[in-house]
């Protein structure tokens, strides 16, 4: 899905079009993931539903702790393997951390999404660390970009020179977010994505992205990249189905980089893919607006989802791993019915003030 390795004469189209994300968007953009040759879906399904006993389990659903910020009132996250019926063997490359500190009264929440052969090593490598960097950095009590940008850093320094795994094509997208009082630092690298919904009356509620998705084809990415010797553009497939905006060499069909940034994926970043984070600092409730819920997701879910579309999935449930599991079988279902696979899944939910579902 978000690399080829080796393409024989992929022929390129024109620019995509970008903005929000919308129903048609996602129709327009759709992947024919069922014939790249990537390691990112895995293992036969046995059922879309969490409590499956056979699923390598991250799951949470936490009423938060007063270290964690009041704003926050409960917190759950799942990671789901994908389905795909000729690779059974596949691992679940995304990744899920979710951990308050109590010295600094900050919740960390974080996914990430693996892609290449050693996808799932990269992702749980950086997951095994991070919390440890980030909570004993020297400015995370005063400087929470600094202390997340350094030790986004570290970790992935220490990846690349890690011989146990292949990180030339392997490599993970990134987004997280340290929620402290009433502010929320968000620090993102790749597509996945961190989404907020507020009331608009007691019933609806609107959705509004937090992070913006780094794709090949946004203008700014796309010239650090050419300015790099790299190229941006699209496969044509056999039936005439585009995919998405690929990032290639300036020489050579590889790697086929489906986003313009990332952690890991050496090859790719000699044409101009960034590791760099883009934050995002979110105050909750401006203007007197009624902020209700925060979605954390990898792209499995977004897919073929928009924002709102999965915000009202969640204004809908009492709990936030209720949320989770209906917005993975949602997610799960309209993957098999568009692809005949199903992508790595991860998803946080958060509720947000006082919130349950129409209260």
């Not at 964690?68 to 063997?89: C, L, R, T, V």
């Not at 009082?181 to 989404?195: K, L, P």
């Amino acid at each position: 899905k978000n690399s080829i390795y080796i393409m024989s004469s992929p022929k390129p189209k024109g620019n995509s079009t970008t903005g929000n994300t919308t129903q048609d968007d996602i129709n327009q953009q759709r992947r024919r993931l069922s014939v790249l040759n990537d390691n990112k879906i895995v293992e036969a399904m046995q059922g879309v539903n969490i409590d499956d006993e056979n699923e390598s389990k991250e799951v949470g659903n936490n009423q938060a702790s007063e270290p964690a910020g009041f704003i926050i009132n409960s917190y759950g996250g799942y990671s789901k393997k994908g389905y795909a019926p000729y690779n059974p063997k596949k691992k679940n490359q995304d990744a899920l951390i979710m951990q308050e500190d109590p010295k600094t009264r900050s919740l960390f929440l974080c996914v990430m999404d693996g892609h290449g052969e050693d996808g799932d090593k990269v992702s749980q490598n950086i997951k095994s660390k991070l919390s440890n960097y980030l909570f004993k950095h020297k400015s995370f009590a005063t400087d929470i970009k600094t202390a997340l940008a350094e030790s986004i850093a570290k970790c992935e320094q220490e990846i690349l020179r890690e011989p146990a795994i292949e990180t030339e094509f392997s490599g993970t997208t990134f987004t997280c977010a340290v929620i402290r009082g009433n502010r929320c630092t968000c620090a993102n690298i790749g597509d996945s994505r961190t989404t907020i919904a507020y009331r608009t009356s007691k019933t609806t509620c609107v959705a509004e992205q937090i992070t913006e998705d780094h794709k090949p084809d946004l203008p700014a990415e796309k010239a650090r990249i050419e300015a790099k010797g790299g190229r941006v553009f699209a496969v044509e497939y056999d039936d005439g189905v585009d995919g998405p905006m690929r990032v290639w060499l300036g020489n050579m069909d590889v790697p086929g980089l489906a986003m313009s940034r990332s952690l890991g994926d050496a090859i790719a970043h000699t044409a101009g893919v960034s590791s760099e984070p883009e934050f995002t600092e979110y105050d909750f409730n401006p203007n007197n607006r009624e902020d209700l819920i925060l979605v954390m997701a990898s792209d499995g879910l977004w897919e073929f989802m928009t924002d709102q579309e999965v915000m009202d999935i969640a204004f809908n449930c009492t709990e936030p791993r209720y949320a989770v599991d209906k917005l993975i079988s949602e997610s799960n279902e309209r993957w098999m019915k568009e692809e005949q696979v199903i992508d790595d899944t991860t998803v946080c939910v958060v509720f947000l003030n006082s919130f349950m579902a129409n209260g």
